[in-house]
């Protein structure tokens, strides 16, 4: 059964990095990747993505629990994370923009499910808060400044993977919560 957004789909996005087969390569090619991005700027950036999208792939039209996919599509991951990549920077331009044309598109999907939009943005921001505290602890200990690269690197992977097929949690139940509403 799919989760939902709730505590239990909270413990799923959190915790599912950290299951299935071979999870731990998973998660060192990602960290790697994510690694090489301060080394090669967004090449391993736009594979990243593309990881990411299957993820929340899996969960939007597939129905599926979250899930880390293989590491052997690498022109699907590039393709897709070329059209994420696309996505983020159609996201970043001015607030304007991203009202005006995406209000239409979305916002009848976040009212629907406001609490599992919040819910995710909640854990994002607490995730993200744990980063910053852990990058604050290395800078401030000069014997681990050395191992802050590869530290960001990996929960940055992590946090992203939890906190996307949170936001894919979060999307598909408003669709459903939609669906129903007008049907």
């Known amino acids: 059964m799919a989760s939902t957004v709730s505590l239990e789909g909270v413990k799923k996005a959190v915790f599912?990095?950290?299951?299935?087969?071979?999870?731990g390569t998973k998660m060192v090619i990602g960290g790697a990747l994510n690694f090489a991005n301060f080394v090669i700027p967004l090449v391993p950036l736009i594979a990243l993505l593309g990881y990411t999208g299957q993820v929340?792939?899996?969960?939007?039209t597939r129905d599926e629990d979250p899930q880390l996919p293989e590491w052997k599509d690498w022109g699907v991951f590039f393709l897709d994370g070329i059209k994420m990549f696309g996505v983020l920077v159609l996201y970043t331009l001015p607030g304007f923009l991203v009202i005006a044309f995406g209000y239409f598109l979305?916002?009848?999907?976040?009212k629907v499910n406001l609490t599992g939009y919040l819910l995710a943005l909640a854990f994002t921001m607490g995730?993200?808060?744990?980063?910053?505290?852990?990058?604050q602890f290395l800078y401030l200990t000069v014997i681990l400044c050395?191992?802050?690269?590869?530290?960001?690197s990996f929960l940055g992977f992590f946090i992203?993977?939890?906190?996307?097929?949170?936001?894919?949690v979060a999307y598909r139940d408003g669709?459903?919560?939609?669906?129903?509403?007008?049907g």
């Not at 979305?106 to 976040?110: C, G, R, S």
């Open 160 to 168: 992203a993977q939890a906190c996307y097929s949170l936001y894919a």
């Open 16 to 23: 599912f990095p950290f299951q299935g087969r071979d999870w």
């Open 127 to 135: 995730l993200s808060f744990m980063l910053l505290f852990v990058m």
């Open 146 to 152: 050395f191992l802050l690269p590869f530290v960001i």
């Open 175 to 182: 669709v459903r919560m939609l669906a129903r509403s007008s």
């Open 106 to 110: 979305w916002w009848p999907i976040l």
């Open 56 to 60: 929340m792939k899996g969960i939007i």
